[in-house]
């Protein structure tokens, strides 16, 4: 059974929060890109809490049956892309975060807001 981007961004959020990532931002791609619905992009203050949130994510999406189709960059836990299909999930160390500021590359798109 696929799950709704809608839901597998929500489902990618919570598992951040349960690992008390910072920052947390969703983007809303649909009309911006034909790589994905969402880009959700937080960010962990250490190498350790970036794998705890990369690990948390691949597991709660495990758990709902939703297809990890890869992840990159856990090794070295500064830059962690978590290719959920429809849902890209970026995991940045915190200084990562500050040089790449992809939110800027993607300014065309609009911020979700979560209730």
Known sequence: MAIHSDELLKLAVAAAEEKKAVDIVALNLKEVSLVADYFL???????????????EIKKQADKRGARVRGIEGADSARWVLIDLGDVIVHVFHREEREYYNIERLWSDAKVVEFA
């Open 41 to 55: 992009i937080c960010s962990g203050n250490s190498d350790t809490q970036v794998q705890a949130i990369t690990t």
